[in-house]
């Protein structure tokens, strides 16, 4: 029986590629419904997400035990349990609710993509100057395949890429899964179980505010990091590590703790993204039509794109002037009860 992957090379997602530099990938499942089964196997966190967790302990805490400081447009929201201990939300995962698993109902039916011959295949669509693919894309690996399995895909690609990033789930039940991949924690109890067990590199999921606290610090010998594409554009999976190869890589890499930013449904980078979109819409002035909606659709796009870009500027720069007047025209064309959301979210007064 062929070994339950599809695979492909792709420069089309801009967290794994960047200016026409693709990756190989393979995703952990040959359907859909194979791959959300080794998502559920690995009583993943991420699947449902929304739930109140100490980052620490990974204590689950009841949702009306929580007290919330709401986010603006400069401060992450923070919550805190009735003992004051700050707690985070779980994420939801953006893998398994978008374009990842998306994609695979079209790559589910095409033999070609499938089993090992189709992770040759993907090889061999690479460019020659291509030196890494990212496992698992969507799916969780130990979950879907053995470990002889695993090990053939792993030695696949390395014998013709240098790199192989892999994230894993369900260390704890399938400890094997450390000699290709990365211990993916959901929190820092989690962090240290992972390195006893034999993990060479950890990752993470987690608030801005939290991994603020804990970057440059050790857990157990290993160092904290946060993820390179969070904190430059310049950087994704395609260019990480420079020549010393990706800091995912669980083979070539050691003694480290990736710290992402959490970037999935529930996150609050999303949530912002959303508000600050929504507020452009409304403050954006309505044009005379020209009795074409294409051509009038578009212009309005482009309209509202160019008030984000003020109001992006001028939160990063401090003009509370320029925030203000943006301000004050979207929470006129909204309800009170939404007027008084953006004056919170922007920190300006709300004179209705």
């Not at 987690?206 to 594409?229: A, S, V, W």
């Not at 010393?244 to 083979?251: E, F, I, M, N, V």
């Not at 480290?256 to 954006?284: C, D, E, P, Y």
Request: aromatic residues 4%; proline residues 4%.
């Amino acid at each position: 029986m062929p070994i339950k992957i599809l695979s492909n090379y792709s420069d089309k997602n801009s967290k794994l590629t960047k200016q026409g530099h693709g990756i190989v990938q393979w995703r952990a499942g040959s359907n859909q419904e194979e791959i959300k089964a080794s998502c559920k196997n690995a009583n993943c966190l991420f699947l449902k997400g929304g739930a109140f967790m100490n980052p620490v302990t990974g204590t689950i805490i009841p949702g009306k035990k929580i007290v919330t400081v709401a986010g603006t447009s400069t401060s992450d929201p923070t919550y805190h349990d009735s003992k004051g201990n700050q707690v985070m939300k779980v994420d939801s995962c953006f893998a398994i609710s978008g374009t990842p698993y998306l994609a695979s109902y079209r790559m589910q039916d095409d033999p070609r993509m499938k089993g090992i011959e189709g992770l040759k295949r993907a090889i061999e669509n690479a460019p020659r100057k291509a030196d890494r693919a990212r496992g698992a894309v969507v799916g969780n690996a130990s979950t879907v395949m053995s470990k002889e399995e695993l090990e053939e895909v792993d030695s696949t690609i390395r014998k013709s890429l240098k790199h192989h990033i892999l994230y894993d789930h369900a260390w704890r039940k399938n400890p094997w899964v450390l000699d290709h991949a990365v211990a993916s924690c959901n929190h820092i109890a989690d962090i240290k179980k992972a390195i006893s067990m034999g993990a060479s590199v950890c990752s993470v999921v987690l608030p801005q505010n939290i991994i603020d606290q804990y970057r440059g610090k050790r857990i157990d010998g290993f160092h904290m990091t946060q993820c390179p594409e969070n904190v430059s554009p310049k950087i994704n999976c395609i260019n990480c590590g420079g020549k010393g190869g990706p800091l995912c890589d669980a083979k070539t890499r050691s003694n480290l703790v990736i710290m992402f930013q959490q970037h999935g449904g529930n996150s609050w980078k999303r949530q912002k993204k959303a508000i600050m979109g929504n507020i452009s819409k409304a403050a954006t002035e309505d044009e005379p039509t020209t009795g074409d909606k294409s051509r009038d659709k578009r212009k309005r796009k482009i309209r509202v794109s160019m008030t984000l870009e003020r109001l992006q500027k001028a939160i990063k720069q401090g003009d509370s002037q320029t925030i203000v007047t943006i301000a004050d025209k979207a929470m006129r064309k909204v309800s009170k009860a939404t007027a008084k959301k953006y004056a919170k979210f922007l920190e300006v007064t709300c004179e209705s």
